[in-house]
Protein backbone atom coordinates (compact mmCIF):
# COMPACT_ATOMS: atom_id res chain seq x y z
CA UNK A 1 0.00 0.00 0.00
CA UNK A 2 1.53 3.52 -0.66
CA UNK A 3 0.04 7.02 0.63
CA UNK A 4 -0.32 10.37 -2.33
CA UNK A 5 -1.01 13.35 -0.31
CA UNK A 6 -3.38 11.52 2.47
CA UNK A 7 -5.29 9.21 -0.29
CA UNK A 8 -4.63 5.18 0.35
CA UNK A 9 -3.83 3.12 -2.34
CA UNK A 10 -3.66 -0.83 -2.79
CA UNK A 11 -0.68 -1.10 -4.90
CA UNK A 12 2.77 -1.45 -4.60
CA UNK A 13 4.90 1.30 -6.82
CA UNK A 14 6.32 0.30 -10.43
CA UNK A 15 10.38 1.78 -11.15
CA UNK A 16 9.14 2.20 -14.27
CA UNK A 17 5.16 1.63 -15.14
CA UNK A 18 5.13 0.98 -18.90
CA UNK A 19 1.58 0.75 -20.45
CA UNK A 20 0.86 -3.53 -20.32
CA UNK A 21 1.15 -2.55 -16.43
CA UNK A 22 -2.34 -4.22 -15.04
CA UNK A 23 -2.82 -1.26 -12.92
CA UNK A 24 -0.66 1.87 -14.08
CA UNK A 25 0.15 4.39 -11.28
CA UNK A 26 3.06 6.63 -12.02
CA UNK A 27 5.23 8.46 -9.37
CA UNK A 28 6.56 10.70 -10.84
CA UNK A 29 3.12 12.23 -11.73
CA UNK A 30 2.52 13.91 -8.15
CA UNK A 31 3.65 16.83 -9.35
CA UNK A 32 1.14 17.08 -12.04
CA UNK A 33 -1.73 15.85 -9.88
CA UNK A 34 -1.22 18.39 -7.01
CA UNK A 35 -1.52 21.41 -9.65
CA UNK A 36 -3.97 20.06 -11.14
CA UNK A 37 -6.61 19.56 -7.72
CA UNK A 38 -5.56 23.45 -7.10
CA UNK A 39 -6.38 24.50 -10.75
CA UNK A 40 -9.86 22.75 -10.37
CA UNK A 41 -10.81 23.80 -6.69
CA UNK A 42 -10.11 27.51 -8.35
CA UNK A 43 -12.36 27.08 -11.50
CA UNK A 44 -14.95 25.12 -9.10
CA UNK A 45 -14.68 28.70 -6.47
CA UNK A 46 -14.68 30.91 -9.75
CA UNK A 47 -17.67 29.14 -11.25
CA UNK A 48 -20.06 28.85 -8.26
CA UNK A 49 -21.18 25.56 -9.40
CA UNK A 50 -21.32 21.70 -8.27
CA UNK A 51 -18.82 19.79 -10.60
CA UNK A 52 -19.81 16.92 -12.31
CA UNK A 53 -16.33 15.57 -12.88
CA UNK A 54 -14.76 12.18 -15.23
CA UNK A 55 -11.40 10.73 -14.92
CA UNK A 56 -11.21 8.98 -18.03
CA UNK A 57 -8.04 7.24 -18.02
CA UNK A 58 -7.87 6.16 -14.39
CA UNK A 59 -5.86 3.75 -13.64
CA UNK A 60 -5.45 3.61 -9.67
CA UNK A 61 -8.11 5.74 -9.89
CA UNK A 62 -5.69 8.66 -7.67
CA UNK A 63 -6.82 11.76 -9.68
CA UNK A 64 -10.76 11.33 -9.27
CA UNK A 65 -10.15 10.27 -5.51
CA UNK A 66 -7.95 13.00 -4.86
CA UNK A 67 -10.29 15.27 -6.54
CA UNK A 68 -13.08 13.77 -4.62
CA UNK A 69 -11.48 14.45 -1.32
CA UNK A 70 -10.37 17.87 -2.04
CA UNK A 71 -12.08 19.80 -4.03
CA UNK A 72 -15.13 21.19 -2.55
CA UNK A 73 -18.42 21.80 -4.87
CA UNK A 74 -18.33 18.57 -6.52
CA UNK A 75 -21.86 16.56 -7.37
CA UNK A 76 -20.33 13.44 -8.38
CA UNK A 77 -16.75 11.53 -9.50
CA UNK A 78 -16.77 8.92 -12.13
CA UNK A 79 -13.46 7.10 -12.43
CA UNK A 80 -12.86 4.89 -15.31
CA UNK A 81 -10.92 2.73 -16.73
CA UNK A 82 -11.12 -0.10 -19.68
CA UNK A 83 -8.50 -2.42 -18.13
CA UNK A 84 -10.67 -5.06 -15.36
CA UNK A 85 -7.65 -5.01 -12.76
CA UNK A 86 -7.73 -1.07 -12.66
CA UNK A 87 -11.15 -1.24 -12.09
CA UNK A 88 -10.73 -4.00 -9.42
CA UNK A 89 -8.21 -1.88 -7.72
CA UNK A 90 -10.48 1.38 -8.14
CA UNK A 91 -12.52 -0.14 -6.34
CA UNK A 92 -10.52 -1.32 -3.76
CA UNK A 93 -9.15 2.11 -3.36
CA UNK A 94 -12.33 3.75 -2.86
CA UNK A 95 -13.04 1.10 0.28
CA UNK A 96 -9.59 2.40 1.43
CA UNK A 97 -10.38 6.37 1.99
CA UNK A 98 -13.92 5.09 2.94
CA UNK A 99 -15.59 6.93 -0.05
CA UNK A 100 -18.72 5.18 -0.89
CA UNK A 101 -21.26 7.82 -2.27
CA UNK A 102 -20.91 10.01 -5.07
CA UNK A 103 -18.52 8.00 -7.01
CA UNK A 104 -19.25 6.27 -10.02
CA UNK A 105 -16.58 3.37 -11.05
CA UNK A 106 -16.64 2.53 -14.78
CA UNK A 107 -14.76 0.25 -16.59
CA UNK A 108 -15.58 1.49 -20.23
CA UNK A 109 -13.69 2.08 -23.32
CA UNK A 110 -12.89 6.14 -22.63
CA UNK A 111 -14.12 7.22 -26.14
CA UNK A 112 -17.50 5.44 -25.83
CA UNK A 113 -18.12 6.55 -22.37
CA UNK A 114 -17.19 10.58 -23.03
CA UNK A 115 -19.75 10.14 -26.52
CA UNK A 116 -22.52 8.36 -24.84
CA UNK A 117 -22.37 11.14 -22.28
CA UNK A 118 -22.96 13.94 -23.96
CA UNK A 119 -21.94 17.28 -22.33
CA UNK A 120 -22.66 15.35 -19.01
CA UNK A 121 -19.41 16.81 -17.26
CA UNK A 122 -18.24 20.24 -15.97
CA UNK A 123 -14.65 18.93 -16.14
CA UNK A 124 -12.85 15.89 -17.62
CA UNK A 125 -9.27 14.58 -17.27
CA UNK A 126 -7.54 13.17 -19.78
CA UNK A 127 -3.75 11.30 -18.33
CA UNK A 128 -3.05 9.37 -21.08
CA UNK A 129 0.15 6.93 -21.71
CA UNK A 130 1.49 8.68 -24.79
CA UNK A 131 -0.78 11.22 -27.07
CA UNK A 132 -3.90 11.99 -25.94
CA UNK A 133 -5.06 12.84 -29.36
CA UNK A 134 -7.27 10.58 -30.27
CA UNK A 135 -9.34 10.85 -27.22
CA UNK A 136 -9.80 15.06 -27.79
CA UNK A 137 -12.61 14.51 -30.06
CA UNK A 138 -14.89 12.37 -27.80
CA UNK A 139 -14.32 14.75 -24.18
CA UNK A 140 -15.27 18.22 -26.85
CA UNK A 141 -18.84 16.00 -27.01
CA UNK A 142 -18.68 15.17 -23.34
CA UNK A 143 -18.25 18.63 -22.21
CA UNK A 144 -21.02 21.05 -20.86
CA UNK A 145 -21.57 24.41 -22.65
CA UNK A 146 -19.33 25.96 -19.84
CA UNK A 147 -16.49 23.14 -18.46
CA UNK A 148 -12.76 22.62 -17.72
CA UNK A 149 -10.72 20.28 -19.29
CA UNK A 150 -6.96 19.17 -17.66
CA UNK A 151 -5.21 16.83 -20.61
CA UNK A 152 -1.63 15.33 -20.88
CA UNK A 153 0.69 14.69 -23.05
CA UNK A 154 3.79 12.14 -22.72
CA UNK A 155 4.81 11.63 -26.60
CA UNK A 156 6.97 14.96 -26.75
CA UNK A 157 9.18 13.16 -29.57
CA UNK A 158 6.60 13.96 -31.63
CA UNK A 159 5.37 17.31 -30.07
CA UNK A 160 8.90 18.79 -30.32
CA UNK A 161 9.70 17.57 -33.92
CA UNK A 162 11.75 14.45 -33.57
CA UNK A 163 9.39 12.48 -35.39
CA UNK A 164 7.54 15.01 -37.54
CA UNK A 165 5.57 13.17 -39.45
CA UNK A 166 4.23 11.74 -36.25
CA UNK A 167 3.20 15.38 -35.18
CA UNK A 168 1.47 15.93 -38.36
CA UNK A 169 -0.31 12.74 -38.43
CA UNK A 170 -1.44 13.11 -34.70
CA UNK A 171 -1.53 16.71 -34.44
CA UNK A 172 -1.56 18.28 -37.40
CA UNK A 173 1.28 20.59 -37.98
CA UNK A 174 4.53 20.54 -39.07
CA UNK A 175 7.52 20.97 -36.61
CA UNK A 176 11.19 20.49 -36.45
CA UNK A 177 13.62 20.19 -33.19
CA UNK A 178 14.74 23.81 -32.12
CA UNK A 179 16.14 25.06 -29.29
CA UNK A 180 13.41 26.01 -27.73
CA UNK A 181 11.30 22.70 -28.88
CA UNK A 182 9.42 22.57 -25.55
CA UNK A 183 7.89 25.57 -26.12
CA UNK A 184 6.77 24.73 -29.42
CA UNK A 185 5.61 21.64 -28.40
CA UNK A 186 2.96 22.76 -25.84
CA UNK A 187 1.80 25.41 -28.31
CA UNK A 188 1.01 22.57 -30.65
CA UNK A 189 -0.86 20.72 -28.49
CA UNK A 190 -2.65 23.73 -27.00
CA UNK A 191 -3.60 24.10 -31.38
CA UNK A 192 -5.06 20.65 -31.87
CA UNK A 193 -7.06 20.78 -28.85
CA UNK A 194 -8.67 24.21 -29.97
CA UNK A 195 -9.11 22.67 -33.12
CA UNK A 196 -10.97 19.76 -31.84
CA UNK A 197 -13.11 21.65 -29.36
CA UNK A 198 -14.14 24.06 -32.30
CA UNK A 199 -15.27 21.66 -34.66
CA UNK A 200 -18.15 21.45 -32.06
CA UNK A 201 -18.61 25.37 -31.58
CA UNK A 202 -16.68 25.05 -28.02
CA UNK A 203 -13.35 27.63 -27.55
CA UNK A 204 -10.83 26.60 -25.55
CA UNK A 205 -9.11 29.54 -23.53
CA UNK A 206 -5.99 28.10 -22.00
CA UNK A 207 -5.60 28.80 -18.13
CA UNK A 208 -2.44 26.65 -17.04
CA UNK A 209 -0.02 24.97 -19.15
CA UNK A 210 3.57 24.07 -18.59
CA UNK A 211 6.13 21.24 -19.29
CA UNK A 212 7.63 19.58 -16.93
CA UNK A 213 10.09 16.65 -16.72
CA UNK A 214 8.44 13.91 -19.74
CA UNK A 215 5.42 15.48 -20.36
CA UNK A 216 3.41 18.17 -20.82
CA UNK A 217 0.35 19.62 -19.13
CA UNK A 218 -2.63 21.98 -20.39
CA UNK A 219 -5.42 22.85 -18.79
CA UNK A 220 -7.92 25.44 -19.87
CA UNK A 221 -11.14 26.69 -19.84
CA UNK A 222 -13.98 25.85 -22.60
CA UNK A 223 -16.89 27.46 -23.45
CA UNK A 224 -19.72 27.08 -26.01
CA UNK A 225 -19.87 29.80 -28.49
CA UNK A 226 -19.19 30.13 -31.96
CA UNK A 227 -18.50 33.84 -31.37
CA UNK A 228 -15.98 33.33 -28.95
CA UNK A 229 -14.27 30.35 -31.35
CA UNK A 230 -14.29 32.59 -34.00
CA UNK A 231 -12.16 35.35 -31.91
CA UNK A 232 -9.71 33.23 -31.13
CA UNK A 233 -8.67 31.84 -34.05
CA UNK A 234 -6.68 34.91 -34.60
CA UNK A 235 -4.19 33.18 -31.86
CA UNK A 236 -3.99 29.92 -34.19
CA UNK A 237 -0.74 30.62 -36.77
CA UNK A 238 3.17 29.81 -37.54
CA UNK A 239 6.43 30.64 -36.11
CA UNK A 240 8.76 31.87 -38.72
CA UNK A 241 12.49 31.88 -37.69
CA UNK A 242 16.17 32.15 -38.65
CA UNK A 243 18.60 29.49 -37.57
CA UNK A 244 21.64 31.80 -38.39
CA UNK A 245 21.20 34.73 -35.42
CA UNK A 246 18.00 33.01 -33.64
CA UNK A 247 15.32 35.50 -34.54
CA UNK A 248 11.77 34.64 -33.91
CA UNK A 249 8.22 35.73 -34.87
CA UNK A 250 5.06 34.52 -34.18
CA UNK A 251 2.70 35.24 -37.91
CA UNK A 252 -1.32 35.06 -37.88
CA UNK A 253 -2.46 32.25 -40.67
CA UNK A 254 -3.83 35.31 -43.01
CA UNK A 255 -0.72 37.17 -42.70
CA UNK A 256 2.55 36.63 -44.96
CA UNK A 257 5.59 35.37 -43.44
CA UNK A 258 9.30 36.66 -43.97
CA UNK A 259 10.84 34.42 -46.33
CA UNK A 260 14.28 36.50 -45.19
CA UNK A 261 15.64 37.58 -41.83
CA UNK A 262 15.06 41.02 -41.23
CA UNK A 263 18.13 40.84 -38.81
CA UNK A 264 20.75 38.93 -41.03
CA UNK A 265 19.28 38.78 -44.18
CA UNK A 266 19.46 34.74 -44.41
CA UNK A 267 16.64 33.15 -45.46
CA UNK A 268 13.94 31.97 -42.86
CA UNK A 269 11.83 28.68 -42.57
CA UNK A 270 8.36 28.39 -40.75
CA UNK A 271 6.95 25.87 -38.80
CA UNK A 272 3.11 25.55 -37.77
CA UNK A 273 0.35 26.21 -37.38
CA UNK A 274 0.26 26.02 -33.65
CA UNK A 275 -1.11 28.71 -30.62
CA UNK A 276 0.34 31.79 -30.89
CA UNK A 277 -0.89 33.51 -27.80
CA UNK A 278 -0.68 33.36 -24.23
CA UNK A 279 -0.27 30.21 -22.67
CA UNK A 280 -1.71 30.49 -19.51
CA UNK A 281 -3.68 33.44 -17.47
CA UNK A 282 -1.94 35.42 -14.59
CA UNK A 283 -5.04 35.78 -12.34
CA UNK A 284 -5.92 32.12 -12.33
CA UNK A 285 -1.98 31.04 -11.71
CA UNK A 286 -2.05 33.11 -9.05
CA UNK A 287 -4.90 31.81 -7.44
CA UNK A 288 -3.41 28.46 -8.07
CA UNK A 289 -0.05 29.01 -6.76
CA UNK A 290 -2.06 30.31 -3.29
CA UNK A 291 -3.85 27.15 -2.88
CA UNK A 292 -0.96 25.24 -3.56
CA UNK A 293 1.18 27.44 -0.79
CA UNK A 294 -1.63 26.78 1.99
CA UNK A 295 -0.52 23.42 1.56
CA UNK A 296 2.97 23.57 1.82
CA UNK A 297 3.82 21.57 -1.90
CA UNK A 298 6.64 23.79 -2.49
CA UNK A 299 7.78 22.44 -5.79
CA UNK A 300 4.58 23.37 -7.06
CA UNK A 301 4.39 26.66 -5.91
CA UNK A 302 7.68 27.53 -7.16
CA UNK A 303 6.75 26.03 -10.60
CA UNK A 304 3.53 28.15 -10.49
CA UNK A 305 5.38 30.96 -9.53
CA UNK A 306 7.91 31.05 -12.53
CA UNK A 307 4.74 30.49 -14.41
CA UNK A 308 3.10 33.63 -13.45
CA UNK A 309 5.84 35.80 -14.27
CA UNK A 310 6.50 35.02 -17.40
CA UNK A 311 3.16 34.55 -18.87
CA UNK A 312 2.94 37.81 -20.50
CA UNK A 313 5.96 37.65 -22.37
CA UNK A 314 4.15 35.65 -25.66
CA UNK A 315 7.30 35.62 -27.97
CA UNK A 316 9.55 31.67 -27.55
CA UNK A 317 12.11 31.86 -25.33
CA UNK A 318 16.17 31.92 -25.60
CA UNK A 319 18.22 29.44 -24.38
CA UNK A 320 21.74 31.02 -23.28
CA UNK A 321 23.94 28.07 -24.52
CA UNK A 322 22.39 28.43 -27.66
CA UNK A 323 23.16 32.41 -27.78
CA UNK A 324 26.71 31.65 -27.00
CA UNK A 325 26.80 29.42 -30.28
CA UNK A 326 25.40 32.14 -32.38
CA UNK A 327 28.10 34.91 -30.97
CA UNK A 328 30.45 32.20 -30.84
CA UNK A 329 31.14 32.83 -27.16
CA UNK A 330 30.65 31.09 -23.92
CA UNK A 331 27.30 31.36 -22.72
CA UNK A 332 26.59 34.07 -19.98
CA UNK A 333 24.82 33.54 -17.03
CA UNK A 334 21.34 33.65 -17.33
CA UNK A 335 20.28 35.49 -14.27
CA UNK A 336 23.13 38.53 -15.09
CA UNK A 337 22.02 38.60 -18.89
CA UNK A 338 18.24 39.11 -17.65
CA UNK A 339 19.34 41.91 -15.59
CA UNK A 340 20.95 43.58 -18.14
CA UNK A 341 18.15 43.33 -20.86
CA UNK A 342 16.14 45.15 -18.04
CA UNK A 343 18.80 47.53 -17.77
CA UNK A 344 17.69 48.73 -21.08
CA UNK A 345 14.14 48.79 -20.62
CA UNK A 346 12.70 45.17 -21.28
CA UNK A 347 10.95 42.86 -20.09
CA UNK A 348 12.45 39.70 -19.18
CA UNK A 349 12.19 36.85 -17.14
CA UNK A 350 13.60 33.24 -16.39
CA UNK A 351 11.44 30.36 -18.12
CA UNK A 352 10.32 27.17 -16.79
CA UNK A 353 11.14 25.33 -19.89
CA UNK A 354 14.51 25.65 -19.24
CA UNK A 355 17.41 26.36 -16.85
CA UNK A 356 19.42 27.77 -19.00
CA UNK A 357 16.63 29.68 -20.65
CA UNK A 358 14.92 33.62 -20.55
CA UNK A 359 11.27 35.31 -21.99
CA UNK A 360 12.27 38.28 -23.07
CA UNK A 361 10.52 40.76 -25.27
CA UNK A 362 14.00 42.64 -26.09
CA UNK A 363 14.82 41.68 -29.66
CA UNK A 364 17.37 38.98 -30.80
CA UNK A 365 19.85 41.21 -32.00
CA UNK A 366 19.98 43.85 -28.09
CA UNK A 367 20.32 40.03 -26.40
CA UNK A 368 22.88 38.97 -28.83
CA UNK A 369 24.66 42.41 -28.46
CA UNK A 370 24.51 42.13 -24.62
CA UNK A 371 25.50 38.76 -24.42
CA UNK A 372 28.75 39.96 -26.74
CA UNK A 373 29.60 42.81 -24.22
CA UNK A 374 29.06 40.90 -20.73
CA UNK A 375 31.84 38.20 -22.89
CA UNK A 376 34.08 41.35 -23.18
CA UNK A 377 34.02 42.28 -19.86
CA UNK A 378 34.70 39.32 -18.18
Same mark, same amino acid.
Given at each position: ?16 P????? &?F???E ?5 D ?7 V?? /?????? $?????A??G ?12 P??? !?? =?I??S ?5 E?? !? ?6 ? $? ?5 ? =?????N ?9 FH ?8 SP?R ?7 ? %?? +?????G?T? =? ?16 Y ?15 R ?25 ? +? ?13 ? &?????K ?5 S ?11 ? @?? @???M? @? ?11 G ?14 K ?6 E !???N /???? $?T??L @? ?5 K???Y?? +? ?19 ? /?????N? /??? +???? =??I?T ?6 ? %? ?8 ? !?
Amino acid at each position: MIEERGTKLDIEAEDEPTKESK &VFYNNEMVLNRDISVSALKVYS /EDQKVD $LKVLDALAGTGIRGIRYFREVPDIE !KV =TINDSKPDAFENI !KKNLELNS $LKTKVEV =TSRDANLLMSERRKGFHYIDLDPFGSPARFIDSAARS %LK +HDSFIGITA =TDLAALCGTYRKTCRRKYGSWVQNLPYHHEVGIRVLIKSVFDALAVHNKVFDPKLCYAER +HYYRIMGEVRETKKG &VNRSLKNIGFLSFCSGCGYRKFSG @EK @ERVMR @ECPNCEQDTRKIGPLWTGKIGRKNFIEKVRKSLKE !KKLN /EAVE $LTKML @EKEMDIKKPFYDT +HNIGKITGQPAVSRDKLIKKI /EDKGYNA /ERT +HFSP =TGIKTSAPIEDI %LSISKEMNRK !K
